[in-house]
């Protein structure tokens, strides 16, 4: 988590301020379509004003502690109130929250800025709350019983827990609901959601964020954004209260959701956690698998020298169409060896394809298919997987995968995502860790991942005994189970001084309350 209280450039002052705007009013203006910072805060401004003023009344900017202070008071005491967060990206590690707002019944919904700058001087403004003070907010907000709404919730869970220290609960998350209410739809975004839902009106909401393009958004005057960004949490509770009424429908679809709901914090902890990598070991299976990936091609162009007279009389006629060697991950080349070299058959829906489920069709009636398929299948692993995974890892030694339980609600602002499965499954992405193997001889590459050491939880005691915790899973002759399912006679298949051995149960003792229990072997 970053320094909450590092050190930030100097705060632009009213004079400084009026000395440059007197600089750009003395030159000629400039017309309203014009490409400066100036002409494009100008526009958002005219058609803020023209499309959100029914949120005027609705929405306040909060500049001071204090008032932030009574708003929190009010809130903690209601039943439900919802936050989201506006930020400089999307990278929850890294980026910067620049404001966010707040609302429940009976108050109007805030706007708290905390980074915006000004877009003639490009300084931090004035009257503007510090991360401490909002930190000590949201404890209190933790502190209290007030049921959290948010849209894609994990998203903002997770800009205010690294911009803040705060880990917030939720209670209901729109888009999720969204999703689950409305599957068949095409676009769940809160406004789109909120107008057609709730205010019954058809057609595609106004695009602000196209109007907002080539503009930093903390540049963008808090008068200006308080409607658009307070206004979001104010629809956010009116489409909560709509999904409510329409759960009561689809009492199943609820209980799904509820299910959704509980496994959230859970995810974001994962998330959070992320898992350690042996750097060791994954060195060790780069090496062994890019060798495997190299033999593997050359035995693939052994066989395809069989194909050479054919190869060169379709040069003749087809000069540049193939190169050479002929690239095997190009699907137009391998459609050319496949369906004009081999001359082999199209399959059915499959027209001239070169997939991977079409080769391990083919590998059954050719060599060279057969040998294809086993360079597919190693590609796979190293260019997908095994060299793709040192870009994520941080320097914690850990890659902090983005689960997604439901599709759309990965880590992102942008509410047009569509990454996930249709199907409702989990779906994990940047990197991808459910494509490990898990079985043949690749599941050998689940050696890469490790418990970190302040994360270990199997305590060896000595060659006989080990001290575990209950929960725990660990590998046996049965396979993977957890230490409480173990029984007298299990064999152990364990690791010592960097010798894989097996051990017999002999003995369990659980410890009271500690959660532990003595493995004797």
């Not at 569509?418 to 689940?446: H, M, W, Y």
Request: glycine share 4%; with cysteine.
């Amino acid at each position: 988590m970053f320094d909450l209280f590092e050190e930030i450039t100097p705060r632009s002052s009213k004079e400084s301020d009026k000395k440059l705007t007197s600089k750009l009013s003395s030159k000629k203006p400039s017309s309203s379509r014009g490409n400066t910072i100036k002409d494009k805060v100008e526009l958002i401004q005219r058609e803020v004003e023209h499309h959100l003023s029914f949120l005027f009344d609705v929405t306040e900017e909060c500049r001071s502690e204090e008032r932030f202070v009574k708003f929190v008071d009010n809130f903690i005491q209601k039943d439900r109130g919802t936050i989201d967060t506006e930020t400089l990206g999307v990278d929850y590690k890294e980026d910067k929250v620049f404001g966010f707002s707040m609302y429940s019944e009976g108050e109007k919904s805030i706007y708290v800025p905390i980074l915006h700058k000004g877009y003639v001087t490009g300084q931090l403004l004035e009257n503007q709350l510090s991360a401490e003070q909002v930190r000590k907010q949201f404890e209190r907000v933790k502190d209290s019983n007030v049921k959290l709404i948010m849209h894609n919730g994990k998203f903002d869970l997770h800009m205010i827990y690294h911009n803040f220290g705060v880990m917030l609960p939720i209670w209901w998350d729109t888009m999720i609901a969204s999703r689950l209410l409305h599957s068949s739809e095409d676009d769940h975004s809160l406004k789109y959601q909120y107008n057609v839902k709730v205010k019954k009106e058809k057609g595609k909401p106004y695009d602000f964020k196209s109007l907002f393009s080539g503009v930093p958004p903390e540049m963008v005057p808090i008068k200006t954004m308080t409607p658009y960004a307070a206004g979001d949490t104010f629809e956010t509770l009116e489409l909560q209260k709509y999904q409510e009424e329409e759960f009561k429908k689809y009492p199943g679809i609820y209980k799904i959701f509820q299910l959704e709901m509980r496994l959230l914090p859970m995810v974001i902890e994962m998330e959070e956690n992320g898992v350690c990598i042996d750097m060791e070991v994954l060195h060790q299976m780069e090496s062994k698998y890019v060798k495997k990936l190299n033999d593997a091609r050359t035995a693939c162009y052994r066989e395809l020298e069989k194909y050479s007279d054919k190869i060169a009389r379709f040069n003749l006629q087809h000069p540049g169409k193939l190169s050479n060697p002929v690239n095997l991950s190009s699907p137009a080349q391998l459609a050319i060896i496949l369906y004009d070299i081999i001359e082999l058959a199209e399959l059915p829906k499959y027209k001239r394809s070169t997939g991977k489920e079409v080769i391990k069709v083919f590998k059954e009636k050719n060599e060279f298919c057969k040998k294809l398929f086993d360079v597919k299948s190693v590609e796979k692993l190293v260019d997908g997987f095994i060299k793709a995974l040192p870009v994520h890892i941080t320097e914690e030694g850990k890659v902090h995968s983005d689960f997604i339980q439901v599709k759309g609600t990965g880590n992102t602002s942008e509410e047009d995502d569509e990454s996930g499965a249709d199907t409702g499954r989990f779906a994990c992405k940047t990197p991808n860790l459910q494509q490990i193997p898990s079985k043949g001889e690749a599941v050998e590459l689940r050696k890469m991942f490790r418990a970190s050491k302040d994360e270990e939880k199997y305590i060896e005691t000595d060659d006989n005994c080990f001290t575990i915790y209950i929960n725990n899973k660990v590998l046996t002759n049965r396979g993977w189970i957890t230490v409480k399912d173990l029984s007298i006679g299990d064999t152990l298949l364990c690791e010592l001084n960097n010798k894989e051995v097996k051990r017999i149960v002999r003995e369990i003792k659980i410890k009271n309350q500690t959660g532990l229990c003595d493995v004797l072997v």
